[in-house]
């Protein structure tokens, strides 16, 4: 019998409407687009402003495209993965009611928080359960509505985050394509520098946390650029040699999209051209949990099948890693 891999074999995406330009902060913190851009890579950013509408919605919208370009029948979905670090609620699970809403009657879900490395921990959730033969279709979807949490009066963070969604649906492959290798790491020093202080059980929310606009996140960026620069372009460069995987043999980098200089730093450890480097921070900025999934709706059209991927992502924690994933289809 030959060995089961977990494949991507569908993708969907969804962002919001309504756009968040360098120039339109300008008019909210001491900043100008010059500044964003040089700094960040970022040009602009979606935003989903309607208040009663929380992260599922992204999440059921990118479900809906997926489902809508595959004529996927939602009752085989055997198990929802939602990676996200701003859900609904803090009790209910996003994924579940997220399962129900696009039909997916026959699933079971639960949500996956690792900051920004939620979606590619959950890429290896999802395959080591395809991998079991247990089974068959599982759908991944990385979504955050980081508008949520940011303060825009905060010039650290609020240039930086953008709402979004993606999906990707995986299944069992036996042509040797799909999930090859991975390298996960973590560091718990990450919560002193990358949070947001209220709203959990260490310090519960009250009317003195919201005065003191404790439920919105904290940044000291230059401390985070330094670990993220180093760890994502380390595992980056460790699980290419692992798999003996020159330059050459490498035909794209998926790397989170938190800032352009993280991810040159990392393609330039993996001496990788410019061309084979996966972008669109320009246009949505960090969607935290979406970035990966984003770039891969957005380049579908590009993927061939058999072309080696490596996935990069660095989060709050910190969590941080890179996974090995060899394209299923052509589009």
Same mark, same amino acid.
């Given at each position: 019998?030959?060995?089961?891999?977990?494949?991507?074999?569908?993708?969907?995406?969804? $962002?919001?409407?309504?756009?968040?330009?360098?120039?339109?902060?300008?008019?909210?913190?001491?900043?100008?687009?010059?500044?964003?851009?040089?700094?960040?890579?970022?040009?602009?950013?979606?935003?989903?402003?309607?208040?009663?509408?929380?992260?599922?919605?992204?999440?059921?919208?990118?479900?809906?495209?997926?489902?809508?370009?595959?004529?996927?029948?939602?009752?085989?979905?055997?198990?929802?993965?939602?990676?996200?670090?701003?859900?609904?609620?803090?009790?209910?699970?996003?994924?579940?009611?997220?399962?129900?809403?696009?039909?997916?009657?026959?699933?079971?879900?639960?949500?996956?928080?690792?900051?920004?490395?939620?979606?590619?921990?959950?890429?290896?959730?999802?395959?080591?359960?395809?991998?079991?033969?247990?089974?068959?279709?599982?759908?991944?979807?990385?979504?955050?509505?980081?508008?949520?949490?940011?303060?825009?009066?905060?010039?650290?963070?609020?240039?930086?985050?953008?709402?979004?969604?993606?999906?990707?649906?995986?299944?069992?492959?036996?042509?040797?394509?799909?999930?090859?290798?991975?390298?996960?790491?973590?560091?718990?020093?990450?919560?002193?520098?990358?949070?947001?202080?209220?709203?959990?059980?260490?310090?519960?929310?009250?009317?003195?946390? $919201?005065?003191?606009?404790?439920?919105?996140?904290?940044?000291?960026?230059?401390? $985070?650029?330094?670990?993220? $620069?180093?760890?994502?372009?380390?595992?980056?460069?460790?699980?290419?040699?692992?798999?003996?995987?020159?330059?050459?043999?490498?035909?794209?980098?998926?790397?989170?999209?938190?800032?352009?200089?993280?991810?040159?730093?990392?393609?330039?450890?993996?001496?990788?051209?410019?061309?084979?480097?996966?972008?669109?921070?320009?246009?949505?900025?960090?969607?935290?949990?979406?970035?990966?999934?984003?770039?891969?709706?957005?380049?579908?059209?590009?993927?061939?099948?058999?072309?080696?991927?490596?996935?990069?992502?660095?989060?709050?924690?910190?969590?941080?890693?890179?996974?090995?994933?060899?394209?299923?289809?052509?589009?």
């Amino acid at each position: 019998m030959s060995k089961i891999n977990a494949a991507i074999t569908a993708v969907g995406s969804y $962002v919001p409407d309504d756009v968040l330009t360098n120039k339109m902060l300008e008019e909210l913190v001491e900043t100008n687009d010059e500044w964003i851009t040089t700094r960040t890579g970022i040009k602009e950013r979606r935003i989903l402003k309607d208040p009663s509408k929380g992260t599922s919605y992204l999440g059921i919208r990118a479900a809906e495209n997926l489902i809508e370009k595959t004529g996927l029948d939602p009752k085989e979905i055997d198990l929802v993965l939602f990676a996200t670090t701003t859900p609904d609620m803090p009790v209910a699970s996003t994924a579940a009611y997220t399962a129900t809403k696009i039909g997916a009657t026959n699933a079971f879900s639960y949500d996956l928080q690792a900051a920004c490395s939620s979606f590619l921990y959950g890429m290896s959730t999802a395959s080591a359960y395809i991998e079991t033969g247990r089974y068959k279709k599982i759908l991944l979807i990385g979504a955050d509505k980081m508008s949520s949490i940011i303060n825009y009066k905060d010039r650290a963070t609020c240039i930086i985050f953008g709402d979004g969604a993606g999906a990707v649906l995986f299944e069992p492959n036996n042509e040797g394509l799909g999930h090859q290798d991975e390298i996960l790491r973590s560091d718990g020093i990450g919560r002193e520098f990358l949070n947001i202080e209220a709203g959990g059980s260490l310090v519960p929310a009250s009317k003195s946390t $919201v005065e003191k606009n404790q439920h919105y996140v904290y940044q000291d960026g230059k401390t $985070v650029f330094k670990f993220a $620069v180093s760890n994502m372009a380390d595992v980056s460069e460790k699980i290419m040699l692992r798999n003996k995987l020159s330059s050459d043999d490498v035909n794209w980098l998926v790397p989170h999209q938190a800032n352009k200089r993280i991810i040159d730093a990392t393609s330039k450890r993996m001496n990788l051209a410019d061309e084979k480097v996966l972008m669109n921070i320009q246009r949505y900025g960090n969607t935290t949990s979406a970035t990966l999934p984003l770039l891969l709706s957005d380049y579908e059209k590009q993927l061939k099948k058999g072309d080696n991927l490596v996935f990069a992502a660095f989060g709050g924690g910190f969590t941080w890693g890179s996974i090995y994933l060899k394209w299923a289809y052509n589009s």
